[in-house]
């Protein structure tokens, strides 16, 4: 699908979204190492896990308010709150108020501001874009993001603990601009079928029944076992992936020290633990961003059994590696074979769990198989206070053992898997 024949509503948000996130990506990696350093390790864990707990409910809510109220009413409503959100952000931090308590409940509710946004923004590219163009233009936003990954937290790096309140000041200003824009310039999508969408009565249906339907749906996994074990898995594995933003900002910024990053005869690049991680976030975006068709194409060739057991096993290496050592190139290593792990999956995921789903309840599948991440993403916050409880190294190993008690989860499912295929073989030739 050419630029040309994009619908305006998409170059609008593309250039928008894009802009916003680049900003985004320059502070939110440290976020993690602000709160640990204010509140404690222990503190600031918990306090991340009710923020990603409530996250989670939020982005149910926003998938329901998509259908029923429209996609540019919350998006609108989205980057508005966010305005409200980036003023108390900057009061927080600025010359005349340091207020971490402040800091954390605005930086949390930019979160459930973008958890409202997000299923909003997904259902608008499916309302203007055909079928068989959905899959060019998402892989255009998705790239977008990972441009943005690569170099958020380079400035980052710089902004983030220099000029704080300033970037702050930016993100506002920008936040301003973009409500104001989504207000003037994009129009609505929502299809009239689903804006209206009626209870089984005839009334509008509540909010509140749409969530318990939504938990009600996961029950699926209770019945598959394949499919839990797979599920299981997935949230074992995320304790490690997840940690990139949080663990180990909190491990680079305490303990790797200023060290020569290149030297060359006289000359030389230094480099601190702060601006080591911000470097560690792009290496990653950027192999993500250059390598994800490479690296999938070349995954397809293989068992996914063998994928799935080996992205683990990476998963584990790395992080065990990332956490004992100080030296900045081992930590380069590291994090490549960390994301190695992280590009292994990600063209087969999708794919996996569609073979597995019936063709009737493929959205019930796919919703579930969520849980991976949204209960990964709320558990993760407490490799921080675990620092305390076991210190770094055991907290290192503790997380690649859970990577590798996945790799062996991994190796049972498809073990069951080809089981229960063999049955459905013999009981097909049976009849």
């Known amino acids: 699908m050419r630029w040309r024949d994009w619908d305006t509503n998409l170059k609008i948000r593309l250039l928008g979204e894009g802009i916003s996130n680049l900003l985004f990506w320059m502070y939110f990696p440290f976020m993690s190492i602000y709160f640990s350093n204010t509140f404690g390790k222990e503190k600031a864990g918990l306090l991340l896990i009710v923020?990603?707990?409530?996250?989670?409910?939020?982005?149910?809510?926003?998938?329901?308010?998509?259908?029923?109220?429209?996609?540019?009413?919350?998006?609108v409503l989205s980057t508005a709150g966010n305005v409200i959100c980036f003023i108390f952000f900057a009061l927080g931090n600025s010359p005349w108020l340091t207020s971490p308590v402040l800091t954390f409940i605005s930086f949390s509710a930019l979160g459930l501001f973008g958890a409202l946004?997000?299923?909003?923004?997904?259902?608008?590219?499916?309302?203007v874009v055909p079928e068989?163009?959905?899959a060019s233009v998402f892989a255009v936003f998705y790239t977008s993001i990972n441009i943005s990954v690569v170099l958020g937290p380079i400035l980052g790096g710089i902004f983030f603990f220099n000029y704080r309140f300033e970037l702050l000041v930016v993100c506002l200003i920008i936040s301003i601009i973009l409500t104001?824009?989504?207000?003037?310039?994009?129009?609505e999508t929502?299809?009239?079928s689903k804006g209206e969408k009626k209870g089984p009565q005839g009334e509008r249906g509540k909010w509140t029944h749409y969530i318990f339907q939504q938990f009600a749906d996961y029950k699926i996994i209770i019945t598959d076992k394949v499919f839990l074990m797979f599920i299981i898995a997935?949230?074992?594995?995320?304790?490690?992936?997840?940690q990139l933003?949080?663990?180990?900002?909190?491990?680079?910024?305490?303990?790797?020290?200023?060290?020569?990053?290149?030297?060359?005869?006289?000359w030389s690049i230094k480099i601190d633990g702060e601006h080591a991680f911000s470097w560690f976030v792009s290496e990653n975006g950027l192999l993500?961003?250059?390598?994800?068709?490479?690296?999938?194409?070349?995954?397809?060739?293989?068992?996914?059994?063998?994928?799935f057991i080996g992205s683990a096993l990476l998963y584990g290496i790395g992080i065990i590696i990332f956490g004992h050592t100080v030296n900045v190139w081992i930590l380069i290593i590291a994090v490549a074979i960390f994301t190695a792990a992280e590009l292994m999956v990600t063209g087969i995921q999708e794919s996996f769990v569609s073979k597995l789903a019936p063709e009737h309840m493929r959205g019930q599948y796919f919703a579930a198989a969520s849980l991976r991440y949204s209960i990964g993403r709320s558990i993760a916050p407490l490799a921080i206070p675990m620092t305390v409880w076991f210190g770094y190294s055991w907290t290192f190993i503790i997380l690649g053992g859970f990577a590798f008690i996945s790799a062996a989860l991994y190796g049972g499912m498809f073990k069951m898997l080809d089981h229960h295929n063999k049955q459905q073989r013999k009981a097909a030739a049976i009849k």
């Open 117 to 127: 946004y997000m299923p909003a923004s997904h259902a608008m590219v499916a309302d």
């Open 234 to 242: 997935g949230i074992l594995v995320a304790q490690t992936f997840m």
């Open 132 to 134: 068989r163009h959905r």
């Open 288 to 307: 993500v961003s250059l390598l994800t068709v490479f690296m999938t194409k070349w995954m397809t060739k293989y068992r996914e059994r063998n994928v």
């Open 190 to 192: 929502t299809p009239e």
């Open 51 to 75: 923020s990603q707990v409530i996250g989670v409910i939020v982005g149910l809510i926003g998938g329901y308010c998509a259908d029923h109220f429209g996609r540019k009413r919350m998006m």
């Open 245 to 266: 933003d949080l663990l180990m900002a909190v491990y680079s910024t305490d303990h790797v020290p200023n060290q020569n990053l290149i030297s060359i005869g006289g």
């Open 180 to 187: 104001i824009v989504l207000q003037k310039f994009i129009r």
